[in-house]
């Protein structure tokens, strides 16, 4: 692995998921809030937005590589879910900054990070036109989301309407269990909002490239189980990939 420092970001040539040369680079998004980019910026592009570990881009990273292998252009940002806000700025600054990159993006959520992505594509703090699809990866349905502080099922009514739900859930997630897309799914189709449901062969941490340190109580990136792959695909079958 080799780094070069610039002025305002460093890029990383470090070997991808399929064994790959891949050039990531990381910029600020925000003053002092740092986001790895994967990919090509000419191409389709993929927000992606991890979990409610605080700052932990790196566990994405498989997923991401993936999808960069697949030809999309990738951010990744960290955010933190404990701060005051709820994580509520970052994300918020990272959607801005990826407004500056793109006209228009698929936003990607693994768990809490699902939950704000289904919180920001419900709500109007975001330019019509924008995000273009909205994947959740074991979205954290039942609690408030970060973007709004209320339960996802307030304020969805039938003259609503934005881009469709791709909600991809891990049969094994002891997690998150796959009732909570299954009843996001349910409240989306009442209210005839475009979703498509699939249930997967994985657990919580699979499903987006991680796996799970009971003995430090943190995610890691893992080596790529084979429904990561089949994530990222499903993904970059939105992109047209």
Known sequence: MVTLALTDASIEIAAGCDGHTLAVQTMEYAPGRSADVFGDPTQPAILLWHGMQSNARAVVRPLAQLLAGHGAGVVVPDWNSHVGDGGHADLLRSVEFMQRRSDSFVLVGWSMGGLAAAGLTLSDQVLPGSI??????????????????????????????????????????????????????????????????????????????????????????AEVPEVTREVAARIAAILGK
């Not at 881009?163 to 094994?172: D, E, N």
């Not at 796959?178 to 009442?190: I, K, M, W, Y």
Request: with cysteine.
């Open 132 to 221: 273009i699809h909205t994947v959740c990866l074991a979205g954290a349905f039942m609690a408030p989301d970060p973007i709004t502080g209320r339960n996802l099922s307030e304020g969805m009514t039938p003259e609503r309407d934005g881009p469709p739900f791709t909600l991809l859930h891990g049969l094994a997630d002891d997690v998150v269990p796959v009732t909570a897309s299954r009843d996001f799914a349910a409240h989306l189709e009442r209210v005839g909002w475009p979703v498509e449901l699939i249930e997967l062969v994985a657990d919580h941490g699979s499903i987006a490239g991680a796996e799970y340190d009971p003995a430090v109580d943190r995610y890691y990136a």
